[in-house]
T-cell receptor
Framework: KAGVTQTPRYLIKTRGQQVTLSCSPI?????VSWYQQTPGQGLQFLFE???????NKGNFPGRFSGRQFSNSRSEMNVSTLELGDSALYLC????????????????FGAGSRLTVL | ELKVEQNPLFLSMQEGKNYTIYCNYS?????LYWYRQDPGKSLESLFV?????AVKQEGRLMASLDTKARLSTLHITAAVHDLSATYFC?????????FGTGTSLTVIP
């Protein structure tokens, strides 16, 4: 079956601009999480969406936002870009069931590499 | 907040040797996960450890979990070049995951 699909894979923006990244989860997966990966900070949790509702949020400023659609696809938006926002943004999906063994295993997409100039 | 620490951060080892990566976590974690990331690639799930004493093995990699010590280990047996990658451990509370900083493993011929 198809994996987690993220678009675009690479993008370059300038400071002050905004960006929208898209993530299509594995079919049947209803939870989508977003992570920021940088060499200095490692993998940091941004937020998780389930059933179109944000369920968890990491410690990021309000410039980072997201949403989930009824088909479980998710988007994240970063407004007023700063140089420090340059990173690999990873999306991960999971089933989020309560009793299925391994249900919480995250399956990651290939990522969207954002460069802010 | 669950904090996850890995060591070493960098590991260079010769082919054929054995080594262990350690993963300590600060508070109770629902489960413990190990992921692998190749350069420029995404993360791939290796193991999910569900309970105290759990041991999982796949090829030259074996992961174990000691919940009382809040410690998981990833043991590499007779390393080969193909194992060169960055390995992450992660814990979770519900659907919020916390990742270690990763261990960059280089296997030298």
């Amino acid at each position: 079956k198809a994996g987690v699909t993220q678009t675009p894979r690479y993008l370059i923006k300038t400071r002050g601009q905004q960006v929208t990244l898209s993530c299509s989860p594995i079919s049947g997966h209803r939870s989508v999480s977003w992570y920021q990966q940088t060499p200095g900070q490692g993998l940091q949790f941004l937020f998780e969406y389930f059933s179109e509702t944000q369920r968890n949020k990491g410690n990021f400023p309000g410039r980072f936002s997201g949403r989930q659609f009824s088909n479980s696809r998710s988007e994240m938006n970063v407004s007023t870009l700063e140089l420090g926002d340059s990173a690999l943004y990873l999306c991960a999906s999971s089933y989020r069931g309560r009793v299925v063994i391994g249900a919480n295993v995250l399956t990651f997409g290939a990522g969207s590499r954002l460069t802010v100039l | 907040e669950l904090k996850v620490e890995q060591n070493p951060l960098f590991l260079s080892m010769q082919e054929g040797k054995n080594y262990t990566i350690y993963c300590n976590y600060s508070t109770t974690s629902d489960r413990l996960y190990w992921y692998r990331q190749d350069p420029g690639k995404s993360l791939e799930s290796l193991f999910v450890l569900l309970s105290n004493g759990a041991v999982k093995q796949e090829g030259r990699l074996m992961a174990s979990l000691d919940t009382k010590a809040r410690l998981s280990t990833l043991h590499i047996t007779a390393a080969v070049h193909d194992l060169s990658a960055t390995y992450f451990c992660a814990g979770n509370t519900g659907n919020q995951f916390y990742f270690g900083t990763g261990t960059s493993l280089t296997v030298i011929p």
